[in-house]
């Protein structure tokens, strides 16, 4: 048998035996990129404790918040691929930030394993409750009346925010002066107070600004209506199916992972997103459980590094 033959089986034997006894040598490190109490952390901490159950292995979660997510990607680049390190992936860093920057800090599509999608959701366009539109439509002409003197809000700039807002204005035909805050929180204070004029965000941070009469929906942004929000239009209903998006989670390896370890990890989270009361769990907070598996994920987020790739370059956004 020639040697190049044998050393490929003996790496073939060795990943299989590594795979085989995985996940049992250490804890699994799970890496969120922003800091505790955000909808990252809560998909994180919801699918934690039922996924450690089935793995029969201990993870711990592992904070490492910067640059809108973008220093745990590069983080998770640089580990091992042995399955003990992963990452609750989300729609700005591994398909919106590396595009703004003046250097592709990494490959999205080429440096990680996409394991398994766990949810996606709408996102929701919100104003003061006081605001006389009564939807996006309205808001739209209202922003036309008032022109020069209208902006959105962002949780920062390059963040999935910010982006909605540039889709909204490519949409329109407009330039709204786009004001970044230093996450969401602060810009929902912002808006609450009146200080800007619309914000685009997820479900999980504005529902429950919305059910408290703090803020006013005026549409939704995925294909159908949110049934947390039933009375409220989608963006196409309205006549801005050009706004339509929608923001996704789920995790992600670093490349070259064993496809044993691979599947196994994404078999064990398509049960876990089975169970109704985790499905209860992320549609109370605005998200929709939408389990894909590792090719389908893979070539959705290939779909949305494609679509907000092109809107970056045609609305020429860069931030750094």
Do not use: C
């Amino acid at each position: 048998m020639k040697k190049p033959l044998i050393a490929a089986l003996l790496l073939a034997s060795a990943g299989l035996a590594m795979a085989q006894a995985w996940p049992a040598a250490k804890p699994i490190r799970l890496i969120v990129g922003y800091p505790p109490g955000g909808g990252i952390d809560f998909a994180a901490r919801t699918v934690q404790t039922p996924l450690q159950e089935a793995l029969k292995q201990q993870i711990v979660v592992d904070y490492k918040p910067g640059a809108g997510g973008l220093l745990a990607a590069g983080e998770l680049v640089r580990a091992q691929p042995d399955g003990y390190t992963i990452l609750l992936a989300n729609t700005g860093p591994f398909a919106i930030a590396p595009y703004l920057q003046r250097k592709l800090p990494y490959d999205p599509l080429k440096q990680f394993t996409y394991i398994g999608q766990i949810s996606q959701g709408s996102y929701i366009a919100v104003t003061y409750p006081a605001h006389p539109a009564k939807d996006l439509k309205e808001w739209v002409t209202w922003a036309r009346a008032n022109a020069g003197k209208v902006n959105f809000a962002s949780g920062g700039a390059g963040t999935s925010t910010h982006l909605n807002g540039e889709l909204m204005n490519q949409a329109i035909g407009m330039d709204i002066t786009h004001v970044p805050y230093k996450g969401s929180a602060p810009a929902l204070q912002e808006l609450i107070g009146g200080q800007t004029q619309l914000l685009i965000d997820a479900g999980t941070v504005l529902l429950p600004q919305i059910k408290g009469g703090k803020l006013k929906a005026l549409a939704v942004t995925g294909a159908q209506r949110d049934p947390q929000l039933p009375d409220v239009p989608t963006v196409r209903e309205l006549g801005l199916g050009a706004m339509e998006s929608v923001g996704f989670q789920g995790l992600v390896g670093p490349a070259g992972m064993p496809r044993e370890v691979v599947d196994r990890l994404s078999a064990e989270l398509a049960k876990v997103l089975a169970q109704p009361d985790i499905q209860a769990k992320f549609a109370t907070a605005g998200a929709q459980v939408h389990p894909l598996g590792p090719a389908e994920f893979t070539a959705f987020v290939k779909g949305e590094n494609d679509k907000w790739a092109k809107l970056i370059r045609e609305r020429k956004l860069q931030v750094d």
